[in-house]
T-cell receptor, first 113, second 114 residues
Framework: GENVEQHPSTLSVQEGDSAVIKCTYS??????FPWYKQELGKRPQLIID?????GEKKDQRIAVTLNKTAKHFSLHITETQPEDSAVYFC????????????FGSGTRLQVQP | DGGITQSPKYLFRKEGQNVTLSCEQN?????MYWYRQDPGQGLRLIYY???????QKGDIAEGYSVSREKKESFPLTVTSAQKNPTAFYLC?????????????FGQGTRLTVV
């Protein structure tokens, strides 16, 4: 089955700096890669996603890049703000067979004011 | 107001008891999922259902059971066979309106064994 590895497990940055979180996946049939943000005690919220036929996608301060050959994808947050502090999860999914998201282990991002 | 609702928010279980967690959605989504989250860890798939009256085991199905008798509902039963059930349980659903399947999550049920 699919295995998603996520690094780093914790990340501390100064306000205004950029943050990068990286994930690798094992199933070459995976073709959908979302990122979720989870604040303490709350539900995960989808923040951005990318399909395998696209190499990069941006939404304001957030971007995701995908290297399908190397089977890795990354989340980039620019101009970080204290409200970006949360746990971020990457995930991967295929559209045949087991069509359920497999999640990485999460990255706790702390933005220092 | 469309969404996915889990109840209860907090649940306490005694040793040897079965408990059922409720998950209801009014988004007209076909697929529904149950995930378990332990402190400081990611989400692990328990069961999922792509269509009514059909469901499949995920990675950690032992000690759990589900049913999918209605499109809107996907209850999870934590049985006494689940030896370490204390965790945060998240239900999710996906529909075609979210492209390939970005899941929309309920607010979660925190289960504690007492």
């Amino acid at each position: 089955g699919e295995n998603v590895e996520q690094h780093p497990s914790t990340l501390s940055v100064q306000e205004g700096d950029s943050a990068v979180i990286k994930c690798t996946y094992s199933d070459s049939a995976s073709n959908y890669f979302p990122w979720y943000k989870q604040e303490l005690g709350k539900r995960p919220q989808l923040i951005i996603d990318i399909r395998s036929n696209v190499g990069e996608k941006k939404d304001q301060r957030i971007a995701v890049t995908l290297n399908k050959t190397a089977k890795h994808f990354s989340l980039h947050i620019t101009e970080t703000q204290p409200e970006d502090s949360a746990v971020y999860f990457c995930a991967a999914k295929r559209d045949t067979g087991r069509r359920a998201l497999t999640f990485g282990s999460g990255t706790r991002l702390q933005v220092q004011p | 107001d469309g969404g996915i609702t889990q109840s209860p928010k907090y649940l306490f279980r005694k040793e040897g008891q079965n408990v059922t967690l409720s998950c209801e959605q009014n988004l007209n989504h076909d697929a529904m999922y149950w995930y378990r989250q332990d402190p400081g860890q990611g989400l692990r798939l328990i069961y999922y259902s792509q269509i009514v009256n059909d469901f499949q085991k995920g990675d950690i199905a032992e000690g759990y059971s589900v049913s999918r008798e209605k499109k809107e509902s996907f209850p999870l039963t934590v049985t006494s066979a689940q030896k370490n059930p204390t965790a945060f349980y998240l239900c999710a659903s996906t529909g075609r309106d979210r492209g390939m399947g970005g899941a929309f999550f309920g607010q979660g049920t925190r289960l504690t064994v007492v």
